[in-house]
């Protein structure tokens, strides 16, 4: 898509579904010309059957009138209503001699439809001619009541078309709609204007003899239109005289070729020559509306006296109407304001992109980007502190949608700094969310340091998106502030892997530790994330977690060799890992034996190189090490036949039983660690139900390593659970040990830990459908200690296949303050989980009242909100 040109007056509604140009692809798509207005040409646009472009030259205008014409021509896009040509984007030339308008394209018009009827000498219908009237009059009353502003700030109502004439009015493809075009110098109706516009044969007299413009004006031009059907030519009133001849007082018009009554007493009704006595749009089109000349009803307006009657009666009473109005005009126009409401509310249903016009006037205009309207309403002042029903202002919307002008135009004027929406976001937040680096710089010193409801800034939401020009913009505002879950911007760009942003952000937040005492490196390195860990590792090598543990022994453990290699010349002094313990850790034996010197040394965790060796898998090192270290590790010789699942040897030694290492592990925990049935069927029986420090039995060791057939020989130890309050089921179930879970979930089913997670909770997390089958009947529904489901897990982390297996059993539970699944997929705009939600949450409310809609709104989640559609 095209950006906004620098000389666009307004750019299009773009959620009304027109594209955007800007100057050079609209000069590329130019195409043949498809008509010439009072004003200028219009032209096709190829590639885009739907659209037109007109041109309106500029040379030879002043700079008052230019003003002038460039703010008639910004209002022209606030319009919204079916009988006007739609406006979507004004683009300026890069000289100014040019403006072009992007508007929808018709092909018929009134002028080619009275010429068909005229070549065929086929006359037009009354009934036609009466929709078309009523249309047009409705049109009109719309614009004779548009209230604003003009170019100087002085308020107005109601806007004239100046050039009513058949080429103008447009008719849709069906024929059923007509639409007024050719507004590029429509004028405020308050000012008493004298600059003559349109075609002359169209013209009221007032306006041919003294060059004046009324709304009356309008009212006469569409009697012309209307003379014009019903003859198939226009009137010859002034017959070759001068209009001040032939208009005078006694003036009545000649109507002899009209032949339908009612329309020639509407006619009657309109050639008047005081403006004051011609019937307002409004007041034509209820009569229009109400009008029915169809067979004998035609017949009986020229013969029936009765009728004739109660016509002249419906123009009394409409007279007395109007003069009511008239007297209370501001109940008027208050009254017009929520017929409008209502309106806008009815096609809002019908069309849900139409919801932009139920914002307030200067929240549009900053959603819109119209620049003109911004500054006219700014200055105004009255409008800066609206809000829309999510609580958010205009300058919220300008930051929402990038765009930097309205930005500018609104920041000094709200009065209070860092004001935020329902959902807690500022308009900085806003636009550090969407990427709009531009706005943030404008932002960033007013509204800093501000948090919404998990305890984010703005530097977060970006760090987390990894928009790192906005990371670099605010980390000098913003940093080392924490979330609710002690998260730092760092940490969440980290754990996102977006490098280029934690690039930017180690200089500010290296260190920092979250609530589990874990640094970003940490992170970084459990996962094994090379890059990430040779960005972070100069800056937070060294640091332990709560249990002691460095980014080096989170990456061995979770089998990251390569960022375990990069972590051992960082941290090997830090962890009082030895070369020794480094290369035992890897299974390297010939680097063990060339630092053999180092043996018997503990970690500050108490561990042997033979011990890390045996965490690890790493036969061969455990051989090796075993006359070097299997004293200082207390390792028995029952604990070696175990690990090694030396049957004979375990005989031999059971005398040995109950032994328990540096680590607390027995010769049982080693040989279900290792997957050694017959060594675990000899050992059980001396030493089953024990545990390791950590709390860990025989059978969790074996369910972490999916050996189903010890799990089997072990299941006299279910129910246990370690320090974390962990069982073997739950092990089993996040690595996705299938048949494993199969044997514990009869014994295990529906446990928690002290976070309140379930084994189903692991499985939705790791998107484990086996899992999730076999766990749904016993675990379904259970909520953790926020009150989260499975369900919800699945859906945060967009596992689909998870979330479709959960959905019949956890729809519609809400956790600790009132969110759904559906509310936080839409927060992670996690497409496909919110169309599988949308439909059963889509209408429940959180705590404070938000759907889930609310929150995509809020968060600009586009696409989220097109599915709500």
């Known amino acids: 898509m095209i950006d906004k040109d620098a000389h666009a007056l307004d750019p299009p509604l773009k959620r009304l579904g027109a594209p955007v140009f800007d100057l050079g692809e609209l000069c590329e798509r130019e195409g043949g010309v498809l008509g010439r207005g009072a004003f200028g040409v219009v032209r096709s646009i190829e590639g885009?059957?739907?659209?037109?472009?007109?041109?309106?030259?500029?040379?030879?205008?002043?700079?008052?009138?230019?003003?002038?014409?460039?703010?008639?021509?910004?209002?022209?896009?606030?319009?919204?209503?079916?009988?006007?040509?739609?406006?979507?984007?004004?683009?300026?030339?890069?000289?100014?001699?040019?403006?072009?308008?992007?508007m929808d394209r018709h092909d018929t018009s009134l002028e080619t439809l009275i010429m068909k009827h005229m070549r065929w000498r086929e006359p037009v219908s009354a009934e036609p001619i009466i929709a078309f009237a009523a249309q047009i009059t409705g049109t009109l009353a719309y614009l004779h009541g548009f209230c604003g502003m003009d170019v100087d700030g002085r308020p107005y109502q109601g806007v004239i078309h100046r050039d009513l004439n058949p080429a103008n009015v447009l008719i849709s493809e069906d024929g059923n709609r007509v639409v007024l075009a050719d507004f590029g110098l429509c004028r405020s109706a308050m000012a008493s204007g004298t600059t003559r516009a349109g075609s002359p044969a169209y013209m009221a007299p007032e306006t041919l003899i003294y060059n004046s413009t009324s709304p009356a004006s309008d009212i006469w031009a569409l009697g012309v239109?209307?003379?014009?059907?019903?003859?198939?030519?226009?009137?010859?009133?002034?017959?070759?005289?001068?209009?001040?001849?032939?208009?005078?007082?006694?003036?009545?018009?000649?109507?002899?070729?009209?032949?339908?009554?009612?329309?020639?007493?509407?006619?009657?009704?309109?050639?008047?020559?005081?403006?004051?006595?011609?019937?307002?749009?409004?007041?034509?089109?209820?009569?229009?509306?109400?009008?029915?000349?169809?067979?004998?009803?035609?017949?009986?307006?020229?013969?029936?006296?009765?009728?004739?009657?109660?016509?002249?009666?419906?123009?009394?009473?409409?007279?007395?109407?109007?003069?009511?109005?008239?007297?209370?005009?501001?109940?008027?126009?208050?009254?017009?304001?929520?017929?409008?409401?209502?309106?806008?509310?009815?096609?809002?249903?019908?069309?849900?992109?139409?919801?932009?016009?139920?914002?307030?006037?200067?929240?549009?205009?900053?959603?819109?980007?119209?620049?003109?309207?911004?500054?006219?309403?700014?200055?105004?002042?009255?409008?800066?502190?609206?809000?829309?029903?999510?609580?958010?202002?205009?300058?919220?919307?300008?930051?929402?949608?990038?765009?930097?002008?309205?930005?500018?135009?609104?920041?000094?004027?709200?009065?209070?700094?860092?004001?935020?929406?329902?959902?807690?976001?500022?308009?900085?937040?806003?636009?550090?969310?969407?990427n709009h680096s531009?706005?943030?710089?404008?932002?960033?010193?007013?509204?800093?340091?501000?948090?919404?409801?998990?305890?984010?800034?703005?530097?977060?939401?970006?760090?987390?998106?990894?928009?790192?020009?906005?990371?670099?913009?605010l980390a000098p505002h913003e940093k080392g502030l924490v979330d609710s879950s002690g998260n730092t911007a760092l940490m969440l760009a980290a754990s996102n892997a977006h490098t280029e942003a934690v690039r930017v952000l180690v200089e500010h937040e290296k260190g920092a530790r979250d609530s589990r005492g874990r640094t970003a490196l940490m992170t970084a390195a459990q996962r094994g994330d090379l890059e990430m860990v040779k960005v972070l590792a100069e800056h937070e090598k060294g640091i332990t977690d709560e249990d002691g543990h460095t980014a080096l022994v989170h990456a061995a453990r979770a089998g990251h060799r390569e960022a375990a290699e990069l972590l051992m010349e960082h941290e090997k002094d830090v962890t009082d890992w030895t070369m020794l313990m480094c290369a035992a850790t890897l299974g390297d034996v010939d680097m063990v034996s060339q630092h053999i010197g180092e043996r018997g040394q503990k970690d500050k965790r108490g561990q042997t190189a033979l011990i890390l060796a045996a965490q690890n898998g790493r036969?061969?090192?455990?051989?090796?090490?075993?006359?070097?270290?299997?004293?200082?590790?207390?390792?028995?010789?029952l604990i070696y036949a175990a690990y090694l699942g030396d049957v004979n040897?375990?005989?031999?030694?059971?005398?040995?039983?109950?032994?328990?290492?540096?680590?607390?592990?027995?010769?049982?925990?080693?040989?279900?660690?290792?997957?050694?049935?017959?060594?675990?069927?000899?050992?059980?029986?001396?030493?089953?139900?024990?545990?390791?420090?950590?709390?860990?039995?025989?059978?969790?060791?074996?369910?972490?390593?999916?050996?189903?057939?010890?799990?089997?020989?072990?299941?006299?130890?279910?129910?246990?659970?370690?320090?974390?309050?962990?069982?073997?089921?739950?092990?089993?179930?996040?690595?996705?040990?299938?048949?494993?879970?199969?044997?514990?979930?009869?014994?295990?089913?529906?446990?928690?830990?002290?976070?309140?997670?379930?084994?189903?909770?692991?499985?939705?997390?790791?998107?484990?459908?086996?899992?999730?089958?076999?766990?749904?009947?016993?675990?379904?529904?259970?909520?953790?200690?926020?009150?989260?489901?499975?369900?919800?897990?699945?859906?945060?982390?967009?596992?689909?296949?998870?979330?479709?297996?959960?959905?019949?059993?956890?729809?519609?539970?809400?956790?600790n303050v009132g969110w759904t699944a559906l509310m936080l997929a839409v927060e992670s705009d996690n497409i496909e989980c919110v169309k599988l939600l949308m439909e059963r949450e889509k209408d429940i409310k959180d705590t404070s009242g938000i759907t889930a809609l609310d929150i995509a709104m809020q968060g600009n989640h586009k696409e989220v909100i097109s599915i709500f559609r």
């Open 48 to 102: 885009y059957p739907g659209l037109a472009a007109k041109e309106v030259r500029l040379d030879g205008l002043g700079a008052s009138a230019l003003r002038s014409l460039r703010f008639e021509l910004a209002t022209l896009t606030t319009f919204s209503h079916p009988g006007i040509l739609r406006c979507h984007q004004i683009i300026e030339d890069e000289d100014g001699d040019l403006i072009h308008i992007i």
């Open 225 to 434: 239109i209307i003379y014009e059907l019903a003859a198939l030519k226009r009137p010859n009133f002034l017959e070759g005289k001068e209009p001040k001849d032939v208009f005078i007082n006694g003036w009545k018009p000649d109507l002899s070729d009209v032949k339908n009554d009612f329309i020639r007493g509407i006619l009657e009704r309109i050639f008047v020559l005081d403006p004051e006595r011609r019937p307002p749009a409004k007041e034509l089109a209820s009569l229009l509306q109400k009008s029915d000349v169809s067979g004998n009803r035609q017949q009986a307006y020229g013969t029936s006296l009765e009728d004739r009657c109660m016509f002249l009666e419906a123009i009394l009473k409409d007279a007395n109407a109007r003069i009511a109005a008239l007297e209370g005009q501001c109940k008027e126009h208050l009254a017009t304001t929520k017929v409008l409401e209502d309106k806008i509310a009815l096609l809002t249903i019908n069309n849900p992109q139409s919801e932009l016009l139920l914002l307030p006037r200067l929240i549009r205009a900053a959603h819109t980007n119209s620049i003109e309207t911004v500054r006219m309403l700014v200055e105004g002042g009255d409008w800066v502190s609206k809000r829309d029903e999510q609580g958010r202002t205009a300058l919220m919307h300008a930051a929402q949608q990038g765009h930097v002008e309205p930005v500018r135009l609104l920041v000094e004027k709200e009065k209070e700094k860092g004001l935020q929406d329902r959902s807690g976001r500022t308009a900085l937040m806003h636009a550090a969310h969407n």
């Open 438 to 473: 531009r706005v943030v710089e404008i932002l960033a010193a007013r509204e800093c340091r501000k948090t919404y409801s998990n305890g984010r800034t703005a530097l977060m939401i970006a760090a987390e998106r990894g928009h790192t020009e906005i990371v670099a913009a």
């Open 619 to 637: 036969d061969d090192v455990v051989k090796f090490l075993m006359k070097y270290e299997g004293g200082a590790s207390g390792w028995t010789n």
């Open 649 to 815: 040897a375990v005989k031999d030694n059971l005398h040995e039983k109950g032994c328990k290492d540096i680590t607390g592990m027995t010769a049982l925990m080693w040989a279900a660690l290792s997957g050694h049935k017959e060594c675990v069927r000899l050992l059980f029986e001396k030493e089953g139900g024990m545990r390791d420090i950590e709390g860990n039995t025989a059978l969790m060791l074996a369910a972490v390593r999916g050996h189903e057939q010890v799990v089997e020989l072990l299941k006299e130890e279910v129910g246990m659970q370690d320090v974390g309050g962990r069982t073997a089921l739950m092990a089993a179930t996040f690595i996705g040990h299938i048949d494993c879970v199969r044997l514990l979930l009869e014994h295990e089913g529906a446990m928690q830990d002290k976070n309140g997670w379930t084994a189903l909770m692991l499985a939705a997390l790791t998107n484990s459908t086996k899992c999730i089958s076999l766990l749904l009947e016993k675990e379904g529904g259970v909520q953790d200690t926020g009150g989260h489901t499975a369900l919800m897990y699945a859906v945060q982390f967009n596992n689909k296949d998870a979330a479709k297996l959960l959905l019949e059993k956890e729809v519609g539970i809400q956790n």
